[in-house]
C-alpha cells in the first residue's frame, strides 16, 4: 500500500515538471496520498493542506498588506530553544513549548535537534507567498485539495494582473479572498491555523524518524503526518 502511494506521489511530482514548473515542483505539496501517521491517541486525518510556500525576504514580508500583531508573544523568546528554526518562522509561545518537549524527547534518544522549517502563517503572509509561488509558475490548483478555495485565489491574481495593477495591489485582492475565505470558517492551509508546525525530516535515518513519532507520543495532544514534498513532518498541536 505504502509503495503504490508513493509511486502516486512520484507520478504526480513528474506531472508538475512537465508543466515548467522545475525549481518550484520541490515545494508543491503531495501530503494528502499519504495518510496520518497515528499518535498515542487515534485521531481523524487532517483535512487541511499542508504547503510548503516559497519562503519570503525581509524586504518581502515587509511589504504590505500587513496583519495587525498577535496578542500573544512568538518566537524567538528570552531564551533560545536548542531546536533551530528558518528565519522566518515564529510560533506561539503554546506552541514552542510543545515543540520544546518534542525537541527534549527527540535528544534524549538521538543526540540530535529538530529543525523547524514553517509555524504559523497569517492571512497577509499566506497571500505573498501565495504571491511568489504564482510568480514563480506554481499553480494552486496542483497545491491544494479546496479547489474551489484555490481557484477564488488564483483568479483574484489573474484578474488583478490583467488589470495591470501593481504587485502590493495583486497581493491585496488575494488578501481579501483569504481574508474572506477565513471569516467564512474556510482555511486553504494548515499553516493559516494556530499550532501548525513543519519539522525537517530530510536529514533523519529510519531510526531518527521512529525517535521522533516516539518524541510526538510522549507530548500527547499532537496530530503528526510525513509528508513527501518536500520530505517533512507536519505537526498540529492542539
Known amino acids: 500500500m505504502r509503495s503504490s502511494l508513493a509511486r502516486t506521489v512520484a507520478l504526480a511530482c513528474t506531472l508538475v515538471l512537465g508543466t515548467g514548473c522545475s525549481r518550484e515542483v520541490a515545494e508543491l505539496d503531495a501530503s494528502f496520498l ?4 497515528s499518535t ?8 487541511l493542506d499542508c504547503d510548503d510556500l516559497p519562503p519570503l525576504s525581509p524586504e518581502e514580508a515587509a511589504r ?9 508573544k512568538s518566537t524567538p523568546r528570552g531564551k533560545p530553544p536548542a531546536w533551530s528554526a528558518l528565519n522566518d518562522v515564529t510560533l506561539p509561545d503554546p506552541v514552542a513549548d510543545k515543540v520544546d518537549a518534542i525537541d527534549e524527547a527527540y535528544f534524549r534518544r538521538t543526540g540530535k535537534h529538530v529543525t523547524v522549517t514553517s509555524g504559523t502563517r497569517d492571512a497577509a503572509r499566506q497571500a505573498k507567498a501565495m504571491y511568489k509561488m504564482l510568480r514563480l509558475g506554481g499553480d494552486p490548483m ?6 474551489e478555495a484555490a481557484r477564488e485565489i488564483k483568479q483574484a491574481y489573474e484578474r488583478a494582473r490583467a488589470a495591470r495593477k501593481e ?42 524518524k521512529k525517535a521522533f513519532v516516539a518524541a510526538v507520543n510522549e507530548a500527547k495532544g499532537v496530530t503528526l503526518l510525513e509528508e513527501s514534498a518536500p520530505p517533512h513532518w507536519h505537526l498540529q498541536i492542539d
Open 64 to 72: 504590505p498588506p500587513l496583519s495587525p500583531p498577535r496578542l500573544e
Open 34 to 37: 499519504l495518510p496520518p501517521i
Open 142 to 147: 496542483q497545491l491544494y485539495r479546496n479547489k
Open 167 to 208: 504587485p502590493d495591489d495583486i497581493v491585496a485582492a488575494m488578501h481579501e479572498v483569504l481574508k474572506s475565505q477565513i471569516a467564512r470558517g474556510v482555511y486553504i492551509s494548515a499553516h493559516l491555523r494556530a499550532g501548525a508546525v513543519d519539522v525537517r525530516n530530510r536529514d533523519m535515518s529510519s531510526a531518527d
Open 40 to 47: 498515542a491517541e487515534p485521531r481523524a486525518a487532517l483535512a
